[in-house]
Every structure is written in structure tokens, then in C-alpha cells.
């Protein structure tokens, strides 16, 4: 898993209507809002350890000279995770793809990494620290690989999460409000499942929580900033319990790229076009002229096809490279780099079909792949284990997670119920008096919460020595 250099990426990890996988043709949520339309800053290179803003914020430091969260078990209902991540939590324990089973669940938008990040994030010299780097993590994915959530896979996560007898589960994602999921909710929280669910980012669309946040027994939460001020995108309603900080969160991520990367390891940017399967190949480099049937030699059979943008449709392009063997094909543009409509860029093949993976590159990576005419390439995704940061009450839901987790493995004897009602008397109350709809029962408190729990233990226990501070 490589790096990424310094960019800043607009990443919409959204959940949008397209074919169901077979198995789920009758279980795809429709109209489901998106998760997080989210910059996210991706940083060059391992980075030197440092404590995100929350983790003091919401008290869960001074927790740490008596536990870490070691023998609480979370479980996390997201889109996967990074499973090569240098920040992967110390005690991950594995998980189950509820989308492909026959997979291990990894991730593919990046969301439930950065969610596990926040919640164990593991504590050492790189990256950033969880609020309980040493709980049991378990991954249970039920996001396809473009956003789309299965009432079927959230469902058995669910029942995985019982039957494996996890203490909390974090969803940061909306559901359908349907039977089905409601009664999976309640066989967990029977079970005594602690189930902890952001608001959602709708507000002021929505004026009421997100599904299945709204659901009672499920602990809310929506987002603040290090200020402690509501996100204006944070839902509100009166069965709200918590706010925790959502705003430009850092933790652990995922991305990738797809692109044209030559012998040497560099890579360049490339867009599939519309209709087009999404290319995973190598292949020697062979150009083909404006890609006219007289413009392919015989080399090209087996190959990649180089052809320039300009007079023939880029179906025409690749229907001829497909009649001379060609197995993939990179269009050039025709513009200068610096000139309008210059860059890589997105064609489209106009009707679905049949088509070889076509992808059109800035003329400047033309020019360069027709220097090393002959030499092999790989033409597909490139993944990256990166550290980033995102808003949302997604982020926020975590630190909640991360809280009873640490609750749990500091007061072992306590109920997942008795550490929310510890929760919800120490909060921080940050709007009017008493629980409101727009903060809950206001920004949770973790030292307090656990003196609240077991105040006997901090009269004799020595404080000692924490984490690298900003």
C-alpha cells in the first residue's frame, strides 16, 4: 500500500440508487442522504503521532492511567476498513463482509476507516490515537463499494454483533426505517448491545434525527466544534442524548486513485470514460495514431492502445483498437495541458456495451507514453493508506463508541445502560438548561462519567504518564 503526495480530494461518500448486487436486487435503500460531502485533507507521508482535539475535549485522557479499553469488544457498521493501515487498532479481531462474504471486509470509500480510527485508532509513534486503542475491533461491513447500504446486511451485522457478543456498536450511516431493521435493532439492544448512531447531516432539511438514530434505546449524537458549538448541519430532535466533535476530525483514511503507472513507479492521473468497465490491467504501451484501422500495427494485438483525441468518437477509437486485438485503450487529449478543457478527462462511449476499458489521459502523459512505446504499464486503481481529515456527525457518533468502550473496561460490573445514564448525568450541558433538542444532554465527559461510576478508584490511583501532545 502506497502513500499518496499532498492533495486535497473532494471525496462524497454517497448513498446513491444503482443495480443492486443480485444476492440484495430487492434490499438496496432508495433515497438514502449522503453520508458525508467532505473535503479531505490527505497528508504526504507517515506522519509523527498526534492527539486529535476530541480526545481532550471529551475528557477520554485522563481515563487512560487506569485502562485503554483492553477488554471491551467493539463492533463497527461501516463501509470496512483499511486492512493494511499502519493506524489499524492494535486488537482488530476481524469481521465479516455482509455485502461478499467470500471477501474480507475492506474498504473502499474510506468512510469506515476513518470511523475506526477515531474510535482505536492504535497508540504508538504514527498517525493518531483512538479514543480505546486497545479495545476488540470487529468490522462489519454493509457498504458496497460506491455507498449503497443493504437492509439485509445491516440486519445480520446486527445479529452477528449479538451472537458475538460485542458491548457496543457504532453506526455512522442512515438506514431505512422499515420492520425488518427495526426488529434487528431491538434483538440487539435485548441482547444488551449498546448501540450508539449519528444524527445525520440534513439539519435544517430534516428536523428531526436521522433513522436509526431516532430509534429508542439507540444512543444519538450529533456533531460540535472545538468549540463546542452545534454543526449547522447537525439534526436535531428531542430524543437527542449526546453532541461530540464532528468538525474537520483527523484519523486514519483510505483512497484511491485510478491512473496509468509506468515502470518506475509514477503514476498519472486517468478518467474512465462513460460505459466503460473500469480498467485493472498491464499491458505494453503500442500508439495508434488518431486510431483510424489503418493506424493499428500488428504489435497492437494483446496490448494498450495509445491513440490521440480528435476526429473519430471515442466509440469509433475503440471499436477499431478491439477488432486489432488490442485489450485496452488510452485516449490522449488534444489540448495543451494549460488550456481550457486540457487534463485528463471524461469521455463517454455514449451506449452501454460491450467495451474494451477505455480512459482519457492530459496530452502531456500522451506524449510521455509515447516515449516509452514498448514498455509495460499498468493501467487500474492504486489504493493508499493515508491519514485525513472529515466533518460530520459520522465523526461524531465515535467518540461516543470509543467512551463506553473505555467505560466498559474501566467499570466491567456496570451495564451498557449504566454507563449511558453516567453519561448523561456528567455531560456538559451546552444549550438551555436540561436535555434539548439541539445538544442532547450536551458534550459527554469521560473522566467525569467514570467517576460517577466508580468514584473510589481515582482517590488512590497515581496519575502517569499519556500520549505525545500537539
Known amino acids: ?44 507521508e507517515i506522519i509523527p503521532q498526534t492527539v486529535p482535539y476530541g480526545l481532550e475535549q471529551i475528557g477520554a485522557v485522563a481515563l487512560w492511567r487506569f485502562t485503554r479499553g483492553g477488554t ?8 470496512g476498513m483499511d486492512l493494511s493501515h499502519p493506524d489499524l487498532p492494535t486488537n482488530y479481531r476481524g469481521g465479516v463482509n455482509f455485502i461478499n462474504s467470500a471477501e ?51 440486519q445480520n451485522a446486527l445479529d452477528w454483533a449479538v451472537a458475538n457478543s460485542l458491548d457496543v456498536v457504532n453506526i455512522s450511516l442512515s438506514v431505512e426505517d422499515i420492520p425488518a431493521n427495526r426488529e434487528a435493532i431491538d434483538r440487539a439492544l435485548d441482547a444488551g448491545v449498546t448501540i450508539i448512531a449519528a444524527s445525520g447531516n440534513d439539519f435544517p432539511n430534516s428536523q428531526e434525527l436521522g433513522y436509526p438514530a431516532s430509534h429508542p434505546g439507540v444512543v444519538s449524537v450529533g456533531s460540535v466544534d472545538r468549540d463546542g458549538i452545534v ?4 439534526q436535531r430532535g428531542v430524543t ?17 486513485v485510478r491512473g496509468v503507472t509506468t515502470a518506475d513507479g509514477t503514476s498519472y492521473d486517468a478518467k474512465v470514460m462513460g460505459y466503460a468497465p473500469d480498467p485493472d490491467l498491464r499491458g505494453r504501451i503500442v500508439a495508434c495514431g488518431l486510431g483510424f484501422p ?12 495509445l491513440i490521440e483525441r480528435g476526429e473519430l468518437t471515442f466509440a469509433e477509437k475503440e471499436r477499431n483498437a478491439a477488432a486489432a486485438g488490442a485489450v485496452a485503450v488510452i485516449v490522449f487529449n488534444l ?71 473505555l467505560l466498559r473496561a ?33 458534550l459527554i465527559d469521560v473522566e467525569a462519567a467514570a467517576r460517577y461510576l466508580e468514584p473510589e478508584k481515582f482517590s488512590s490511583h497515581r496519575r502517569v504518564a499519556g500520549v505525545r501532545r500537539r
Open 240 to 256: 437527542l442524548d449526546f453532541v461530540a466533535p464532528g468538525v474537520e476530525i483527523e484519523s486514519s483514511d483510505w483512497y484511491e
Open 410 to 442: 474501566f467499570s466491567p460490573e456496570s451495564t451498557g445502560d449504566e454507563i449511558v445514564a453516567a453519561l448523561r448525568s456528567t455531560a456538559h450541558d451546552l444549550g438551555d438548561p436540561g436535555p434539548d433538542p439541539v445538544y442532547g444532554f450536551g
Open 294 to 305: 489503418e493506424d493499428f500495427p500488428a504489435e497492437v494485438e494483446g496490448a494498450i492502445a
Open 1 to 44: 500500500m502506497q502513500k499518496l503526495t499532498r492533495a486535497t480530494v473532494h471525496l462524497l461518500a454517497a448513498l446513491v440508487m444503482a443495480p443492486a448486487h443480485p444476492a440484495f436486487a430487492a434490499e438496496v435503500d432508495p433515497g438514502i442522504p449522503p453520508l458525508e460531502p467532505q473535503y479531505v485533507s490527505l497528508p504526504t
Open 335 to 405: 489540448y495543451e495541458d494549460d488550456e481550457e478543457g486540457g487534463g485528463a478527462f471524461e469521455g463517454s462511449l455514449r451506449d452501454p456495451g460491450d467495451w474494451l476499458p477505455v480512459v482519457g489521459v492530459a496530452r502531456s502523459t500522451g506524449h510521455l507514453l509515447e516515449a516509452i512505446e514498448g514498455e509495460l504499464v499498468w493501467l487500474g486503481p492504486e489504493e493508499f493508506s493515508v491519514w485525513g481529515t472529515r466533518t460530520g456527525t459520522s465523526m461524531a457518533a465515535p467518540w461516543v463508541t470509543g467512551a463506553v468502550a
Open 72 to 79: 471491551a469488544r467493539v463492533g463497527v457498521i461501516d463501509s
Open 231 to 234: 454543526s449547522p448541519f447537525s
Open 104 to 154: 474480507p471486509p475492506k474498504d473502499q470509500i474510506g468512510h469506515g476507516t476513518h470511523v475506526t480510527g477515531i474510535i482505536a485508532a492504535r497508540n504508538d509513534a504514527n498517525g493518531i490515537v483512538g479514543v480505546a486503542p486497545d479495545a476488540d475491533v470487529y468490522m462489519l461491513r454493509v457498504l458496497d463499494g460506491i455507498g449503497r447500504l443493504y437492509n439485509r446486511a445491516f
